[in-house]
C-alpha cells in the first residue's frame, strides 16, 4: 500500500477514534447511565485514551515503520478495549462487542492478515480476562448463577466472531484493493494511449490542427509548424487565422487550395481538407484540418505545363519547317539553273513556271498556317446556307472539270438560313468538297445534302471514295497531317477550328471501301 493512502487512512482511525471516546463518555453522562463501579478508574481510563490520541497524532508524520505504528495502535485499542470490558465487569460487560470494531478496522484498513492478528490478541486477551475472573485472580465480581459453561461459551462466541469479522473484513479489502489495481491499470492504459495519439500527431507528415467552435487552437503539430513558421507556443489558445490567415472570417467543411503568407515575408500554397469534429454523442465541438504544402508540387507542375507548351510548339515549327523546305528546295533549283543562263528558251520558261508556281504554294501554306493559328474574330450574318453551299459546288465543278468522271450534286434549293460567318463557312465546305475530290482519283459522286431543324442544321458531305480506316480517322484533324504528295494538311485543321469557333461540330464516318461522310452541326442562332 502506498504510503500517503496508509497515512490518511491512520489519521482516520485516529480520528474515528477520538471521536468514539468522546461519544462514549457523553453518551454516558446524557443518559445519566452508572455503569462504572469506579468512576475514578473510568476517568483515567478515558484521559489514557485522550492522551494516546495527542501522542498518535503528533507521531504520524514523523514515524518511518507506519504499518508497526498501526499495529501497536490496534494493539493497544485492544488493550484498552480488555480495561473497559474489565472495569465494566468482564463476562458482564456490554463492551465486548469494541473488540470487533478494531478487527473491522484492522481488516479494512490494513489488510486481511492484520484482521486475523487483530482477531487473535483480542481472542487471547478476552479469554484470559474471562478465565481470570472465573478462577477469581482477578477483583471482578459476577453473580453467582453464572456457571463455567457459560464462561466457555462466551470465549467461544467472541472467538469465532473476531474471527468472522476478520475474515469479512479482509475479503471486503482484496475486493476494494483489487478494484483499485483495476482502475489504476486502466488510468495507465488510458495514460499511454494518450501519449501515443500525441506521438501519432506530433509524427504525421501533414500539418494538423484542432480548434474549438471559436475557432481557438487546440492542437498544432510539428508539421504545422514547419509549413506556417509558426510556434506551436504562440497559436495555440489564439484564433487559427493567426497561422492561417485564409480561415479568417469562416472556416468552411471541404477541400480547398490556398496561399499562405509566411512571417519571413515568403509564400506557399497550401492544399487544405478541414471538417467538423464531434465528441462521443454526436455534438458539434469544433474543427479539425488536415494541410500539405503543395508550393513544390506546384512550381513542378507548372514547369511541366511550360515543358509541355514548348513541346507541341516545338513539334509545330519543325512541321512549318518542312512544310516551306520542300518549295523552298525547288524554287532554289529552278532558279540555280536559270543562273547558268545556257538554257534553251523553251526550258526556262518552263523553270520560270515552276519557280512561280512553288512561290504560290509557299505563300499559300504561309496564309493557310495563318488562318489556322491566328483567326480573324466571326462576321455573323444571317445566311442562306443553301445557296452558300450551292456556290462553293459550283466553284468546284468548274475545277474539277475534265479531271475523270466525277459527279457533285446538291439535294437541296431550298433557303435555309443560319447566323454565321459566311466567308469561313464558305471556306469549310471548300476545304471538305476539294478533299472529297482528291479522295476519288478514279471518279464517284460528291452528294451534298443539308438538314436543318429548330436550332440546328446540318451540311453533309458524302464521298464514294476509298475511306478512311479508324485510325486514320483519329489524326485527319491534327495540322499538317496529309497523305498527299503537295498537300499541307491543314484543310481539316482550319475547318474543325472554324467549326469549333462556330460552336458547332464537325463530325466524320468512314470506313475502308465504304466512302467518307463528314458532318458539318451548327446552331441556327450563334451564341445560344
Ligand atoms: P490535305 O488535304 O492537305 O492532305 P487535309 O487536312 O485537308 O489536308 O486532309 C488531311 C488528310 O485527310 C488527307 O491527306 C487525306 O488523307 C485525308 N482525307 C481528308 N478528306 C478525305 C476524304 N473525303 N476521303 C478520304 N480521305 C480524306
Ligand atoms: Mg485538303
Redesign the pocket.
Known amino acids: 500500500m502506498a504510503k500517503a493512502a496508509l497515512i490518511s487512512r491512520l489519521k482516520a482511525l485516529i480520528g474515528f477514534r477520538a471521536l468514539f471516546v468522546s461519544l462514549f463518555l457523553g453518551s454516558a453522562f446524557v443518559f445519566k447511565i452508572d455503569l462504572f463501579a469506579d468512576p475514578r478508574a473510568i476517568s483515567l481510563f478515558i484521559i489514557t485514551l485522550y492522551v494516546l490520541t495527542i501522542i498518535y497524532a503528533l507521531l504520524i508524520n514523523r514515524i518511518k515503520r507506519l504499518l508497526l505504528f498501526a499495529y501497536v495502535q490496534m494493539a493497544l485499542d485492544l488493550a484498552a478495549e480488555i480495561a473497559l470490558i474489565f472495569l465494566t465487569g468482564g463476562i458482564e460487560s456490554w463492551f465486548s462487542f469494541m473488540l470487533i470494531l478494531t478487527v473491522l478496522s484492522a481488516g479494512i484498513m490494513l489488510n486481511r492478515k492484520a484482521g486475523y492478528i487483530m482477531a487473535s490478541i483480542g481472542s487471547i486477551l478476552y479469554g484470559a480476562l474471562l478465565d481470570f475472573q472465573f478462577y477469581r485472580l482477578i477483583p471482578v465480581a459476577y453473580a453467582g448463577e453464572i456457571h463455567e459453561g457459560q464462561f466457555f461459551y462466551n470465549i467461544f462466541i467472541h472467538t469465532v466472531s473476531l474471527y468472522g469479522t476478520a475474515y469479512l473484513a479482509g475479503y471486503l479489502s482484496s475486493n476494494l484493493e483489487r478494484a483499485e489495481e483495476k482502475l489504476e491499470q486502466k488510468d495507465s492504459y488510458l495514460r499511454d494511449l494518450e501519449f501515443f495519439n500525441m506521438k501519432v500527431i506530433e509524427s504525421l507528415p501533414s500539418g494538423l490542427f484542432t480548434t474549438d467552435s471559436e475557432g481557438q487552437v487546440l492542437i498544432f503539430n510539428r508539421a504545422a509548424e514547419k509549413i506556417t513558421g509558426m510556434e506551436k507556443d504562440n497559436i495555440i489558445g489564439s484564433k487559427i487565422e493567426t497561422a492561417l490567415p485564409f480561415l479568417e472570417n469562416s472556416i468552411r467543411q471541404g477541400r480547398t487550395e490556398e496561399v499562405v503568407r509566411l512571417p519571413d515575408g515568403g509564400k506557399k500554397v497550401v492544399g487544405i481538407t478541414i471538417s467538423v469534429l464531434r465528441d462521443i454523442s454526436g455534438n458539434k465541438t469544433g474543427f479539425i484540418g488536415i494541410f500539405q504544402d503543395l508550393t513544390q508540387l506546384k512550381e513542378l507542375e507548372s514547369e511541366m505545363k511550360n515543358k509541355e507548351k514548348l513541346a507541341a510548339i516545338g513539334e509545330l515549327s519543325a512541321n512549318i519547317a518542312h512544310e516551306i523546305r520542300n518549295p523552298l528546295a525547288s524554287l532554289r533549283g529552278s532558279i540555280e539553273m536559270l543562273r547558268e543562263g545556257k538554257i534553251p528558251e523553251k526550258h526556262r520558261e518552263k523553270l520560270m513556271d515552276i519557280a512561280i508556281g512553288e512561290m504560290e504554294r509557299l505563300n499559300s501554306i504561309v496564309t493557310d498556317f495563318l488562318t489556322y493559328s491566328r483567326p480573324k474574330p466571326l462576321d455573323i450574318q444571317a445566311t442562306d446556307l443553301s445557296a452558300l453551299v450551292s456556290d462553293t459546288l459550283e466553284l468546284l465543278r468548274n475545277t474539277v472539270h475534265g479531271s475523270g468522271n466525277i459527279i457533285v450534286r446538291l439535294l437541296n434549293s431550298e433557303e435555309i438560313y443560319a447566323a454565321v460567318d459566311p466567308m469561313k463557312i464558305r471556306q469549310v465546305c471548300w476545304?471538305?468538297g476539294?478533299?472529297?475530290v482528291?479522295?476519288?482519283e478514279n471518279g464517284g459522286q460528291l452528294i451534298v445534302s443539308i438538314r436543318a431543324s429548330e436550332d440546328k442544321v446540318s451540311i453533309l458531305?458524302s464521298?464514294t471514295?476509298?475511306?478512311?480506316t479508324v485510325e486514320?480517322v483519329g489524326?485527319?484533324?491534327y495540322?499538317f497531317?496529309?497523305?498527299?504528295e503537295?498537300?499541307?494538311?491543314?484543310?481539316?485543321?482550319?475547318?474543325y477550328r472554324i467549326i469549333e469557333e462556330h460552336q458547332g461540330r464537325l463530325e466524320v464516318k468512314?470506313a475502308p471501301g465504304a466512302?467518307?461522310t463528314?458532318e458539318i452541326i451548327l446552331p441556327r442562332t450563334y451564341g445560344k
Do not use: V
Open positions: 476545304n471538305l476539294i478533299n472529297a482528291e479522295a476519288m458531305f464521298d471514295g476509298p475511306g478512311m486514320k489524326k485527319i484533324f495540322p497531317y496529309t497523305t498527299k503537295t498537300g499541307t494538311g491543314l484543310g481539316l485543321s482550319i475547318a468512314s466512302g467518307t463528314f
